[in-house]
């Protein structure tokens, strides 16, 4: 399996707190994206990485932003965790830009 | 029309049946495109790549169709270990790739 981790794997939190993911690679692939999945929605793109302080939107980015400063982490920060962004987290890694994905276990948050 | 259109389904099989599921892409520049199965409450895995050419692994055949925009997934034999929700992924020229909503399959004995 693809070394890919994310932290922490469950967090709860209220309304209006700051919360930010964490996904540690250690494969040394250039891409990383972070994508969020609810029921009715599937796997939704939120940003994602194509090499260190490279970074762009994706499909839902409203609310979220990401930092790369390292190769092997990529954080993804709820700057004000609002209800509708419960749900659960997925990054995933790359290393071609059209290559398979390797995704980590997820993150479920749950903002109260 | 949604860049990647897959039926949700549930697909509800006996064990031993050849089950197939096909998903629509609209963009034309698409590159690549690959089928993942993810079990429930897990992460997606990967299952196979889907080359031009079509291509098999086992009990899976992957088939692309560019004329018409479409990639599928043939499953023969099913069995009850096979039951998961299946995703489609299509990637178009560039960084972004791009899920379908899933097809749940349901193999039942």
């Known amino acids: 399996d693809a070394g890919i981790t994310q932290s922490p794997r469950h967090k709860v939190t209220e309304t209006g707190t700051p919360v930010t993911l964490r996904c540690h690679q250690t494969?040394?692939?250039?891409?990383m994206y972070w994508y969020r999945q609810d029921p009715g929605h599937g796997l939704r793109l939120i940003h994602y990485?194509?090499?260190?302080?490279?970074?762009d939107k994706g499909e839902v980015s409203d609310g979220y932003s990401v930092s790369r400063s390292k190769t092997e982490d990529f954080l993804l920060t709820l700057e004000s965790a609002t209800s509708s962004q419960t749900s659960v987290y997925f990054c995933?890694?790359?290393?071609?830009?059209?290559?398979?994905?390797?995704f980590g276990e997820g993150s479920r948050l749950t903002v109260l | 029309r949604k860049e990647v259109e897959q039926d949700p389904g549930p697909f509800n099989v006996p064990e031993g049946a050849t089950v197939a599921f096909n998903c629509t892409y609209s963009?034309?520049?698409?590159?690549?495109f690959f089928w993942y199965r993810q079990d429930c409450r897990k992460e997606p895995k990967l299952l196979m790549s889907?080359?031009?050419s079509g291509n098999e692994d086992g009990r899976f055949t992957a088939q692309l169709n560019r004329a018409s925009q479409y990639i599928s997934l043939l499953i023969r034999d099913s069995k009850l270990s096979d039951s998961a929700t299946y995703l489609c992924?299509?990637?178009?020229?560039?960084?972004?790739?791009?899920f379908g909503r899933g097809t749940s399959l349901i193999v039942h004995p």
């Open positions: 992924v299509v990637n178009p020229r560039g960084y972004i790739p791009t």
């Open positions: 995933a890694i790359s290393e071609s830009s059209n290559g398979e994905l390797f």
């Open positions: 963009n034309s520049a698409s590159q690549s």
């Open positions: 494969e040394n692939h250039r891409y």
């Open positions: 889907v080359y031009s």
């Open positions: 990485s194509y090499g260190v302080k490279d970074t």
